[in-house]
């Protein structure tokens, strides 16, 4: 069980959309639709923004979006707001467990 | 308001043990599964071990098979992880967080609620 592969860095300027992938294995990623992303600002603990792929949790903004094609999952950003500076994590569910990626830290500009 | 609250971090020698204990209140404990996740200084974030709500299926990383133990107390509200064998690697925070869905033995929806954690530190 490897973690999952994300960007170390993602950077946009406000108003523009960002896409930051994660990639896994056909045992994970590519097996279920179980994916969640978390965003985590400095010093803070993560907050769930998508789960199931493509679910948002209430109260979490549209501009926030989670696909999903083959071995890897995406979360889309859109209208960049200087507040979206943070850390973000995908995770998926293997077999009996949930890998999380590496982290990819998003610059606004 | 759903608080959870760790404790029973602390500095130890590798091959030591200790219990983290995590108390939660604010919603219906018994019904949710819960889960430990651990983020190591400046680095990211890994997970650790969970238990499902009614069945109390115990799930652990590979890194922690053997070593960890994960339980809960519903009467309490609480779930513990038991750490034994410690090692460096094994240094971080550690959070307590509860699954998203209830009346559900999914390990896998996502967790909506992080509490602060409780740090380890495994040192020779």
């Known amino acids: 069980q490897s973690a999952l592969t994300q960007p170390a860095a993602v950077s946009g300027s406000p108003g523009q959309s960002i896409t930051i992938s994660c990639t896994g294995t056909r045992d994970d990623i590519g097996e279920y639709d179980y994916v969640s992303w978390y965003q985590q600002h400095p010093g803070k603990v993560p907050k769930l923004i998508i789960y199931d792929v493509h679910n948002r949790p209430s109260g979490v903004s549209s501009r926030f979006s989670g696909s999903k094609s083959g071995n890897t999952a995406s979360l889309t950003i859109s209208g960049l707001q200087a507040e979206d500076e943070a850390d973000y994590y995908c995770?998926?569910?293997?077999?009996?467990?949930?890998?999380f990626g590496g982290g990819t830290r998003l610059t606004v500009l | 308001e759903v608080q959870l609250l760790e404790s029973g971090g602390g500095l130890v020698q590798p091959g030591e043990s200790l219990r983290l204990s995590c108390v939660a209140s604010?919603?219906?404990?018994?019904?949710?599964?819960m889960s430990w996740v651990r983020q190591s200084p400046g680095k990211g974030l890994e997970w650790v071990s969970s238990i499902t709500a009614a069945y109390e299926s115990k799930h652990f990383a590979r890194s922690v098979r053997g070593r960890f133990t994960i339980s809960r107390d519903n009467s309490a509200n609480t779930v513990h992880l038991q750490m034994s064998d410690l090692r460096e690697e094994d240094t971080a925070t550690y959070h307590c967080?509860?699954?998203?869905?209830?009346?559900?033995?999914?390990?896998?929806?996502?967790?909506?609620?992080w509490g602060l954690g409780t740090t380890v530190t495994v040192l020779s």
């Open positions: 967080v509860k699954g998203r869905d209830g009346e559900s033995e999914r390990i896998s929806g996502g967790w909506d609620e």
């Open positions: 995770t998926s569910y293997v077999l009996a467990g949930i890998l």
């Open positions: 604010g919603f219906t404990f018994a019904t949710y599964a």
